[in-house]
C-alpha cells in the first residue's frame, strides 16, 4: 500500500509540473509525460526529492502517515479480537438451560393471561365484534 501510495505521489506530482510548464497545452503532452514517469518512477521520485517538490513531499508523507495508522489500527483490532479461556469473543458467554428459563420465561400462565386481557382495549374488542356483527 505504502508502494502504490507512493507511485500515486510520483505521477501527481509530474501532472502539477506539467500544468505548471504547459498550462493550457497540458493535454497535448499530459499522455508523453505519463508514460515517462510510470515506467521510471525511481528515478523521478529521486529527481523530485532533490528538487524538493512539495507536492512530492506532502502526498508522500500523507501517505506514509496514512499506512502507519491503518497498521496500528490493525494490530490492535488483532488484539481485541483474541479469545478470552471461554473461547468467546469480549466477556460473552454461552447460556444454559437454568439460565434461560430463569431469565427469560418466569410469566406464570395466570400472569400472562392477566396481561393480555389488560393489553386488549375495551373499545377496539367492541369494535371489531360491531363489525362482524354487520356481516
Do not use: C
Request: aromatic share 12%; net charge positive.
Amino acid at each position: 500500500m505504502l508502494l502504490v501510495g507512493i507511485y500515486l505521489a510520483i505521477l501527481l506530482t509530474a501532472l502539477i509540473l506539467a500544468l505548471a510548464q504547459y498550462k493550457l497545452q497540458v493535454t497535448d503532452h499530459l499522455t508523453g509525460i505519463l508514460k515517462e514517469v510510470s515506467f521510471s518512477p525511481f528515478h523521478y521520485f529521486k529527481l523530485y526529492l532533490v528538487q524538493k517538490q512539495p507536492p512530492l513531499i506532502i502526498v508522500s508523507i500523507a501517505t506514509i502517515l496514512y499506512t502507519l495508522y491503518f497498521g496500528l489500527k490493525r494490530q490492535s483490532k488483532a488484539k481485541q479480537w483474541e479469545t478470552a479461556d471461554t473461547d468467546t469473543h469480549g466477556s460473552a458467554t454461552w447460556g444454559n438451560v437454568k439460565d434461560l428459563l430463569t431469565q427469560y420465561f418466569t410469566i406464570s400462565s395466570k400472569d400472562l393471561s392477566s396481561q393480555f386481557n389488560e393489553s386488549l382495549k375495551s373499545d377496539v374488542i367492541k369494535q371489531l365484534q360491531d363489525k362482524g356483527e354487520q356481516k
